[in-house]
């Protein structure tokens, strides 16, 4: 489990999960719901959002999944396209919570307003939410402090770090300022060559070279730095 997602979103991983798991394209929904020990609605809520998902990701009008016989049987198309991977990704980059530690270990913001504002949400809702992060990374070891820094063990911040990016951008834009996209690009031209030729290493090495960039160029993170 990620705990920066929220429930409804690992109910439908976990539904992805299952599906693409189990080698069949035509699936019952009475074994959904014993497979799941959900409810009907439940499931079919889920599918109905997962095929949402599906296209969102894939940026494509396909019906990946279809319901027929009165909402007893579903037939999957396709759905070795998308990965639990990057389904994952694509729930965290639309989770506020992620984007509030984005923001936070960034030092884009200071205050709950400018979460809200820029993430078109509300100040009371930014603020359950922060307490909610704050909680999660306290049993890290790390905290949320005052003045919206991460405070803690900064090879424990970077690690975490590097782990949530990888799992929101594997594929994506990296969500660095400019400055620190230069310097990966710099990096990235003239060492990592070097080191590896396999893409999934490469990603990694430029998420983790971001985020100690990042670390050394905002001077935040106190604690056995």
Known sequence: MNWLLSKKDEERLALHQYLITHHSKTF????LIKAMNWSRYLVLQAVQ?????YQAITKSSQTFITIADANRTMTLHNLQLISVGALK????????????LLDVFLEDVHSNETIAFRHSSSTTVVRTMKEEVRDQLLLQGINIADNYKLVGDE???RTMMVEQIYIAFANEQLPFSAVTLNYVKQVQHDVIPL???RATIKRVLEITIGVAYSCVKLSSYSTNR
């Open 89 to 100: 990704g694509y729930y965290l980059r639309q989770s506020l919570k992620f984007e509030l």
């Open 195 to 197: 080191l590896t030729k």
């Open 49 to 53: 959002q997962l095929n949402v998902d």
């Open 155 to 157: 090879r424990q911040i």
């Open 28 to 31: 019952l929904i009475k074994e």
